[in-house]
């Protein structure tokens, strides 16, 4: 069965040609409905560019029309970020795969949308710096995350997407260098560095425009080409580790060992997460079993480097330990081991560790939140979530530093049950309403969460990112209704 008109469909046809753009249901399907709560909608039709022109010429003809636009790419998304809200042109950018670009000097690559991390992670990992008297061979890394290792390097980056590099550099937003966008009326615009010549190397000390096209959850513009910076993989690495007793011991004992700033990443999971699966429904925790389970990844040049992070790190558990802080010895298995030092892994960040016995429902609340906020709102959290019946799953990442982090619940749900979904949806959303004072702001927000932000947000704030998004989109084709504004 068809959707949408022939005559769209026929002029889609014409700008990257039939195989390449449908708007019959079987080949819509998949992209109305993703892993969260969010209600199944029907796009009107699908189209793969594989040019900036043809973006461009696609990006005309909805804003003649006044269709929606969504932006989607490898089929990861969640959050509902690319369920699209009022119908329109699913724009699937899988085809823009090319690495355009690695710079092994100043070290960055450029990189399309469709760009996987297993892909960018073999074409770095043959890459060898290139400067004299650096003796080394096992290439360069970005921030690889958890997540399936087919998602988009891209998407990820320019929505604050977290990799295993957190604590030592940030997370991947904060290491992009330039870009290429295409605004929503069809202009193509440079930003930074690259706006000035062939080098993508920053975006300082230009104004921080790529800031209109981070965050915005494909709402204000199409990233086409993106400058990342790349790191030259140290060869020494090892995954140190310490359980604790609650949640506020275990946040004492992470921010004093970030303050140092020796580890990669330092991560704490609670009983609930550390299962695999996650525990569906709830579940009670064996009363002498630890309330967290935290490791830390260390890497280094040489081993005598290594060496002394360890020391460092075991001088943080005595010095905690004589504090009171109830911290207790465990040790990590191999195979997890493995998975947060082969990144990016199959053996860690599957769906199936978070949803395999439940019924195909994921999503959380989360993500950023002041270390000291951590406790309290774990706290509430578990209270929610146990009242739901579902299992607290949460994790703790510090970001760069003892600043902020990571507070994050994994939530599985059963999607075939109406009741499971409401729980899961009602839970989550009340435990966004709790973080909200306390300083939480989610990442990859749904709208439910997107109204709770702008709810509490500044009347100021709120203008400004209204007069933005009309100001960019003044038709309001790109991805409308996810900002909870337009």
Not at 47 to 54: A, G, L, Q, R, S
Not at 123 to 130: C, V
Not at 310 to 317: C, E, Y
Request: aromatic residues 10%; hydrophobic residues 40%; charged residues 20%.
């Amino acid at each position: 069965m068809a959707r949408g008109n022939k005559e769209i469909i026929a002029k889609l046809e014409q700008i990257v040609g039939p195989e390449y753009v449908s708007n019959e249901e079987a080949n819509l399907i998949p992209y109305s409905w993703d892993l969260t709560w969010a209600e199944p909608r029907m796009p009107d039709y699908v189209v793969m560019p594989k040019t900036v022109t043809e973006i461009q010429r696609i990006l005309r003809l909805a804003n003649h029309q006044k269709i929606p636009v969504i932006p989607y790419v490898n089929a990861t998304n969640i959050g509902g970020l690319c369920v699209p809200e009022e119908g329109g042109i699913i724009m699937d950018l899988k085809r823009m795969d090319q690495i355009i670009k690695i710079d092994p000097e100043t070290c960055y690559a450029i990189i399309e949308p469709g760009v996987s991390h297993a892909q960018l992670s073999a074409a770095l990992k043959a890459t060898n710096p290139q400067w004299e008297g650096f003796e080394f061979s096992k290439g360069f890394e970005f921030g690889w995350g958890v997540h399936p290792a087919s998602a988009s390097v891209l998407a990820m980056a320019i929505n604050h997407g977290i990799g295993h590099l957190n604590g030592r550099i940030g997370i991947n937003s904060q290491l992009l260098s330039s870009m290429e966008v295409v605004l929503p009326t069809a202009e193509v615009v440079k930003l930074g560095s690259c706006a000035y010549s062939d080098s993508w190397h920053s975006f300082l000390p230009l104004p921080r425009m790529d800031g209109l096209f981070t965050g915005w959850m494909g709402t204000t513009g199409i990233v086409t080409k993106l400058g990342i910076w790349i790191f030259p993989i140290r060869p020494y690495r090892d995954v140190l580790t310490i359980a604790a007793a609650s949640a506020k011991d275990i946040t004492k004992y992470m921010v004093h060992w970030r303050h140092y700033s020796l580890c990669d990443e330092v991560t704490a999971v609670s009983w609930w997460l550390a299962q695999i699966p996650i525990t569906f429904p709830y579940k009670e925790k064996p009363k002498d079993a630890p309330e967290f389970f935290s490791y830390t990844v260390i890497s280094g040049w040489s081993e005598e480097e290594l060496e002394y992070k360890r020391k460092m790190w075991k001088k943080v558990v005595q010095e905690e330990k004589a504090r009171g802080t109830q911290l207790i010895d465990f040790e990590y298995p191999e195979e997890a081991k493995r998975g947060r030092t082969e990144l990016p892994s199959r053996i860690v960040g599957s769906t199936k560790n978070y949803s395999k016995s439940c019924g195909g429902g994921l999503a959380w609340p989360g993500t950023f939140a002041p270390c000291k906020s951590w406790p309290i709102l774990y706290e509430k959290w578990k209270e929610i979530y146990i009242r739901h019946g579902l299992s607290p799953a949460t994790r703790f990442t510090d970001y760069q530093g003892a600043h902020y982090g990571m507070l994050r619940c994994m939530t599985p749900f059963d999607k075939r049950n109406p009741e499971s979904v409401k729980a899961a949806r009602n839970a989550m959303v009340e435990c966004v309403r709790a973080g909200i004072p306390l300083g939480m702001l989610p990442y990859k927000p749904p709208v439910e969460y997107m109204n709770e932000l702008n709810a509490a947000a500044d009347a100021g704030y709120v203008y400004l990112m209204t007069k933005i998004k009309d100001m960019l989109d003044p038709n309001n084709i790109m991805n409308p209704g996810k900002l909870g504004i337009r």
